[in-house]
Nanobody, 124 residues
Framework: QVHLVESGGGLVQVGGSLRLSCAASGRTFSDYTMGWFRQAPGKEREFVAAVNWSGGYRLYADSVKGRFTISRDNAKNTVYLQMNGLKPEDTAVYYC?????????????????WGQGTQVTVSS
């Protein structure tokens, strides 16, 4: 079992920045690919970014590429999502998630553990 707790969400203006953090506890953090998903009201949960166990490989959704950066600190059991150049369409609940695969999956079905989510609201 891996327990995930997100933090860092909030209200920000267009063009602003936020850094989300996700603290993990339980099983060995470095055994897992870590990902971020988001879900806006009335929409399906969508992939945002993923990072492999070492942090050496990263994958991004086209909609956030060049604006968001995913990283991890295995010594702190924490994964981060640095979000710059925020847009109103980035408004959503952001979820941290862990997958036991060595790949970088885009499908939520490939992820085993989920946090409770943190709200990000971008105002225009």
């Amino acid at each position: 079992q891996v327990h995930l707790v997100e933090s860092g969400g909030g209200l920000v203006q267009v063009g602003g920045s936020l850094r989300l953090s996700c603290a993990a506890s339980g099983r060995t953090f470095s055994d897992y690919t870590m990902g971020w998903f988001r879900q806006a009201p009335g929409k399906e949960r969508e992939f945002v970014a993923a990072v492999n166990w070492s942090g050496g490989y990263r994958l991004y959704a086209d909609s956030v590429k060049g604006r968001f950066t995913i990283s991890r600190d295995n010594a702190k059991n924490t994964v981060y999502l640095q979000m710059n150049g925020l847009k109103p369409e980035d408004t959503a609940v952001y979820y941290c998630t862990a997958s036991p695969t060595n790949a970088l999956p885009r499908s939520p079905d490939q992820y085993l553990y989920w946090g409770q989510g943190t709200q990000v609201t971008v105002s225009s």
